[in-house]
């Protein structure tokens, strides 16, 4: 078994139940797509599965494992077989563009600051590899906040392969990108799942890209999935029941 979510409920302290009871299984190679409107919980279930968020009830297993309320060092590992790219790329701007990928092979920021610059040859041939996949090695020593987004939603993605993730969760990775952007960013999500064989969960906002490069959708409504099958079954009535009666579909190429 890949990863499988049973039953997962989010309640957050605040009182907001965020994920009500939600079950999918994922495959190894798969790319999923999860949908919905702002709200329905797409965050809050990407990380409980990387286990930025503690699940309240139910269950996650992946890889045979049940990981729903691991610690310490079971967590740690975890989190090292789970890569995650950011809508806002979340990278240390003042650094260079490699030194924000060979971060990705630390356990935490606060460990990348303290032992700073001392990297080996072996980690530095890793990075330079990572930024080859993304096309963008010869911007290794840029300041990360000297590049446009899309080169940023790059460097993200290959500090992310730098831990050799089994699976990869993508938090609407284009948002905040063009739409050429946006696709040739969805193209090196594309290239990493087919060529590498990493498994991918990523949350998208347009259904255009989701018919291009999801093997499955999964539609979440205030908590709950609303819709699992195939992108091109999401025809204008699921597309309703989905977004609700007043929306359009946007198109982005
Ligand atoms: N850290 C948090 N503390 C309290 N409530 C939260 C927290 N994060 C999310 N929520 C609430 O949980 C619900 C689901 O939010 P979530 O961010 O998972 O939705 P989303 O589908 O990712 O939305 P968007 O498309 O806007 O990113 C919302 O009602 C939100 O306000
Ligand atoms: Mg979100």
Redesign the pocket.
């Known amino acids: 078994m890949f990863l499988k979510v049973e039953d997962l409920h989010k309640v957050?302290p605040?009182g907001?139940h965020?994920l009500k009871g939600v079950s999918f299984e994922v495959k190894e190679g798969e790319f999923l797509v999860v949908i919905?409107l702002?709200?329905?919980?797409?965050?809050?279930l990407l990380r409980c599965i990387n286990r930025l968020h503690d699940p309240t009830t139910g269950k996650i297993t992946f890889l045979d494992k049940d990981v729903t309320h691991v610690k310490g060092e079971e967590l740690r590992n975890l989190r090292k077989s789970i890569g995650m790219v950011f809508q806002q790329f979340n990278l240390i701007k003042r650094r260079s563009v490699i030194l924000n990928v060979l971060s990705g092979n630390l356990a935490s920021m606060s460990t990348f600051n303290s032992v700073s610059e001392n990297f080996s040859e072996k980690d530095l041939e890793d990075a330079y590899k990572c930024l080859d996949i993304v096309g963008i090695s010869e911007k290794a020593n840029v300041r990360a906040d000297a590049l446009s987004g899309g080169q940023q939603q790059r460097v993200a993605i290959a500090r992310s392969l730098m831990q050799k993730p089994k699976l990869l969760l993508a938090d609407?990775p284009v948002a905040s990108l063009d739409p050429a952007t946006s696709n040739s960013i969805m193209q090196y999500f594309e290239k990493i799942n087919k060529e590498l064989g990493t498994t991918v969960i990523c949350?998208l906002h347009f259904l255009s890209l989701v018919r291009r490069y999801a093997t499955r959708v999964i539609a979440?409504k205030a908590g709950e999935i609303i819709y699992e099958g195939f992108p091109e079954e999401i025809d204008e009535n699921w597309f309703k029941t989905i977004y609700g009666e007043e929306a359009e579909e946007v198109e982005i190429r």
Do not use: D, M, P, R
């Open positions: 957050y605040s907001t965020a919905g702002s709200g329905s919980g797409k965050s809050t609407e949350n979440l």
